[in-house]
C-alpha cells in the first residue's frame, strides 16, 4: 500500500498536571479516504489533531504526515500538508477582509502577485463564496464564515483536510450545502463530529476515541450499527433511529 | 445586504474621495489636522476659511447633515468640558447676557470648538469615504510598522465579537432577574467584564494556534501596494497647501 497521508504509531500525551490526553493512540489514513473522527466530550479529539501539524509534539509514539516525521524542523512543510479547519470560524478569520484572510496562508509560503490571486480565486471558488472576497468577515453569516474558514486552509492545497465539528451551529440548509461542497472536494479528510448522521453520510470509515485510546475503527455502518458500543462511549443516533433506518448515500 | 456587512463608520458612495487611495487621504487628512491645530485661535476668518474647504468636502464625499450630527455624539464630553471653561477661567471678566466670563476662559472655549469640530469634521469624511481594510492598506502604504497595521487590523476585527460576548452575558443576567440598579450590585458587572477579559485572552490564544496552523511566522503578509496616479498627491498637495497658506497668512497678522 502507498505511503500513508497520516500515519499515527504508539502516540502518548499527558498534560503538565499529568492528566493523560492520549494513550498508544494507532491510526493511518491513506490518500482519498473520508474518516470521522467520533468521541465524547473531552475524549482527546482536538488533542490528537493538534498533534496531525505539529502544534503538539509527540511525547510518545511517532507522526508522520505522508512520511515525513512531525518534528520541530519541518513545521513548515507538515503545516502546508494538513490544513485544519477549527471549530469556531471567528478564531480562524482574522485579515480585515476575506480574500486577504484566505490568503494569508499562500502569503506566509511564499505566494505573490498573480499566483497568490490564483490560489485565493481557486479557493474561494471551491467552496463557492467568490463573491463575497471582499467583504469583511465581521458581518458575514454563521453559514458563509465556515465556507470561507474552508478556502483559507484549501488555498494551501493540502493532502489532508481536518475539520473540527464542521456541522456545528448551522441550520439544516447550511449544513447541506456545506455537506455538498465538502463532498465535491478532492482531498483526504479527517472529520471531528458528534453529529452521526453526518458521519453515516459522508465517511465510509469511522474511528471512536474514548479516554485518549482508539477504542474502534471500521466502517462507518459498522461502527454505528452497534448501539451497545456507542452507548458505551456516550455516543448513539438520534432517540428511535436505527441505523437500518438510514439509507446508505 | 443593505449595506449591513460595513462598518458603521463608513458610507457607501461612489465620490471622487471614496475612489481616491487611502494613503493620499490619510496624508492630506493629517495635513489639514495639522494645519488647523497650528492656526492662532484669535485668527477666526482663518477658521472660516477651513470651514468652507471642509464643507467642500463633504459635500464632494456626499455625507448627510444627518449622518454628521450622529457621529458628532463622540464631540460631547470635550465640548461640555469647553463650555465649564469661562465660567471657571481667570482673568479679565466680560458680561455676556448680564452673565460675567472669565475673557480668557471664552477664548479657551472658541479654541476647542473650532479646533476639536473642524478635526473631527476631517476625520468623519476620512472614515466616511476610506473602508477600515483601505485605510489599513493606506497606512501600510506609508510604511506603518506592520505590526502596528496588524494590531489596528486584530482590534476592529474582534472589537465587535467581545461587544456581543458581553452583550450575550448581560442577557443572561437579566434573564435571571439581574437588574442591576444600586451600586452594590455592580460588582456583578465588574466581575462580567473580567470574564469577558479572560475569554477573549482564551479566543486570543485559538486565533494564535489558528494563524500557526496557516504557517504563520511573525511577519503578517503584505496585502500589496496599490500605485497611486499622480493627479490624487497633486489635489492632496493643493488642499493642503492652500490651507497651509491661510495658516501662515493668520500667524502674520494675528
Redesign the interface.
Known amino acids: 500500500m502507498s505511503t500513508p497521508v497520516i500515519e499515527i504509531g504508539g502516540l502518548g500525551y499527558h498534560y503538565p498536571d499529568g492528566t493523560v490526553a492520549l494513550e498508544d493512540v494507532d491510526l493511518h489514513i491513506h490518500q482519498g479516504e473520508r474518516v470521522a473522527l467520533l468521541g465524547p466530550n473531552g475524549a482527546g479529539k482536538t488533542t490528537l489533531i493538534?498533534h496531525m501539524?505539529g502544534?503538539y509534539l509527540p511525547q510518545t509514539g511517532t507522526v508522520a504526515v505522508s512520511g515525513y516525521p512531525v518534528t520541530d524542523d519541518n513545521l513548515?512543510d507538515i503545516?502546508?500538508r494538513v490544513?485544519?479547519v477549527?471549530q469556531?470560524p471567528?478564531?480562524?478569520?482574522?485579515?480585515?477582509?476575506v480574500r486577504?484572510d484566505v490568503?494569508?496562508?499562500p502569503?506566509?509560503?511564499g505566494l505573490t502577485g498573480t499566483d497568490l490571486d490564483d490560489r485565493v480565486n481557486q479557493a474561494l471558488a471551491a467552496v463557492e463564496v467568490s463573491d463575497l472576497a471582499d467583504?469583511?468577515?465581521?458581518?458575514?453569516s454563521f453559514g458563509q464564515k465556515r465556507r470561507v474558514a474552508i478556502a483559507?486552509?484549501m488555498a494551501?492545497q493540502p493532502e489532508i483536510l481536518v475539520l473540527d465539528e464542521p456541522t456545528s451551529n448551522l441550520d439544516p440548509a447550511s449544513r447541506k450545502d456545506l455537506t455538498v461542497i465538502l463532498d465535491g472536494l478532492e482531498v483526504t479528510q479527517l472529520i471531528v463530529t458528534h453529529d452521526l448522521l453526518y458521519a453515516l453520510e459522508v465517511c465510509e470509515r469511522s474511528v471512536i476515541i474514548d479516554a485518549g485510546r482508539i477504542v474502534a475503527d471500521g466502517t462507518t455502518r459498522d461502527v454505528l450499527g452497534d448501539p451497545e458500543l456507542l452507548a458505551e462511549h456516550r455516543l448513539g443516533l438520534p432517540a428511535g433511529l436505527r441505523i437500518e433506518d438510514v439509507a446508505t448515500p | 445586504m443593505s449595506g449591513?456587512?460595513?462598518?458603521a463608520l463608513y458610507r457607501h458612495g461612489g465620490s471622487q474621495l471614496h475612489r481616491a487611495a487611502p494613503q493620499v487621504k490619510i496624508v492630506a487628512a493629517f495635513g489639514l489636522v495639522f494645519v488647523i491645530a497650528l492656526t492662532p485661535r484669535t485668527a477666526i476668518w482663518a477658521f472660516a476659511v477651513y470651514g468652507v474647504i471642509v464643507a467642500g468636502l463633504i459635500a464632494v464625499a456626499n455625507l448627510s447633515v444627518a449622518f454628521i450630527a450622529r457621529r458628532a455624539i463622540v464631540l460631547i464630553p470635550f465640548l461640555v468640558v469647553a463650555l465649564l471653561f469661562p465660567i471657571i477661567g481667570s482673568g479679565e471678566r466680560v458680561e455676556v447676557f448680564g452673565i460675567p466670563l472669565s475673557e480668557q476662559g471664552l477664548w479657551d472655549m472658541w479654541n476647542v470648538f473650532a479646533k476639536a469640530g473642524l478635526g473631527f469634521l476631517v476625520a468623519v469624511v476620512l472614515a466616511a469615504t476610506t473602508?477600515?481594510?483601505d485605510l489599513?492598506r493606506g497606512l501600510d502604504a506609508l510604511h506603518m510598522p506592520r505590526i502596528v497595521t496588524s494590531i489596528i487590523?486584530?482590534a476592529?476585527?474582534?472589537i465587535?465579537?467581545v461587544g456581543a460576548d458581553f452583550a450575550r452575558m448581560r442577557v443572561a443576567l437579566a434573564s435571571r432577574g439581574y437588574q442591576g440598579r444600586s451600586i452594590a450590585t455592580w460588582r456583578v458587572y465588574a466581575r462580567t467584564v473580567g470574564s469577558v477579559f479572560v475569554r477573549t485572552y482564551e479566543?486570543g490564544e485559538?486565533?494564535y494556534?489558528?494563524?500557526?496552523?496557516?504557517?504563520?511566522?511573525g511577519t503578517m503578509?503584505?496585502?500589496g501596494a496599490v500605485a497611486v496616479p499622480g493627479a490624487q498627491w497633486a489635489a492632496a498637495a493643493a488642499l493642503v497647501g492652500s490651507a497651509a497658506l491661510v495658516m501662515v497668512a493668520s500667524r502674520g497678522f494675528a
Open positions: 493538534l501539524n502544534i513548515v503545516r502546508r490544513g485544519i477549527f469556531d471567528d478564531d480562524q478569520l482574522f485579515m480585515p477582509t486577504e490568503g494569508f496562508g502569503a506566509n509560503l467583504r469583511p468577515p465581521n458581518h458575514l483559507g486552509v494551501m | 449591513s456587512h460595513v462598518h473602508a477600515i481594510a489599513l487590523g486584530f476592529v476585527r474582534y465587535d465579537i479566543r485559538r486565533v494556534l489558528a494563524m500557526l496552523s496557516r504557517v504563520y511566522d503578509p503584505s496585502a
